[in-house]
């Protein structure tokens, strides 16, 4: 291979390395910046129609709770005041990524607001609209509301959003009343028939395998105006 020909592989071997560069910087901006962008513009539209809809006048027989979205069912909506005035999320049925990415997961097999059991929501911590990015923020008495179309229900932490990391397999956390396997681990009082919340996110901003959990339980009840 002549000096010439050596030269341009040399050049065609760094643009092309150049260009990859590009590629995975574009992907990571799309994850952290662009993934946001359009997830939060899909929970203020989830939003907007979920209140038209529960404000449209409905007959005795008519009780459907939950709206249908192009992302899917619609349960409820999700006010922490700790994250601002402003902050409202939608809680969509099921943990699949279609959920997630529009906003909070309520696992199908936990309670329903305001039932007996416990009311287990999945959230993303860092992209996708980020409902839970400042979730080691959150404090014991800190209020969680879910606003359904016939009740407003509020919560409170028992449990601060930094106190327990779990495995991503720790299926515990979810159980109608949580009982943490380790002795003395964080869990939340051990009485049958509690009404409870959990929230659960990513424990770390770049690595998925373990979860924060925050533990909280009803302390009032309204219906919704």
């Known amino acids: ?10 050049w065609w071997t ?15 901006a799309w994850q952290f910046w662009g993934t946001n962008w359009v997830s939060q513009r899909t929970h203020d539209r989830i939003v907007d129609q979920v209140e038209q809809e529960w404000n449209k006048e409905i007959g005795p027989t008519e009780r459907a709770t939950r709206v249908h979205v192009p992302e899917g069912e619609v349960l409820a909506l999700v006010r922490i005041p700790r994250f601002g005035d402003d902050y409202v999320v939608p809680v969509l049925a099921g943990v ?42 959150l404090k014991v008495g800190d209020e969680i509301i879910i606003e359904t179309r016939e009740a407003t229900y509020t919560y409170q932490l028992t449990t601060g959003g930094n106190d327990l990391e779990v495995p991503f397999t720790a299926g515990w956390v979810l159980a109608d009343v949580p009982t943490n396997p380790q002795a003395g681990g964080v869990q939340p009082v051990q009485e049958p028939g509690q009404k409870l919340i959990t929230l659960t996110t990513c424990s770390e901003l770049f690595h998925t395998d373990n979860r924060l959990v925050a533990f909280g339980e009803l302390i009032g009840e309204q219906p919704r105006t």
């Open 1 to 10: 291979m002549g000096r010439f020909d050596r030269r341009r592989a040399i």
């Open 96 to 137: 699949g990524d279609t959920a997630l990415s529009s906003g909070y997961g309520h696992f199908s097999d936990s309670a329903e607001p305001g039932e007996v059991g416990n009311f287990a929501l999945a959230a993303h911590r860092v992209t996708h609209g980020e409902p839970l990015r400042n979730m080691p923020s």
């Open 14 to 28: 760094g643009l092309g390395l150049v260009v990859a560069g590009l590629a995975v910087l574009g992907w990571v």
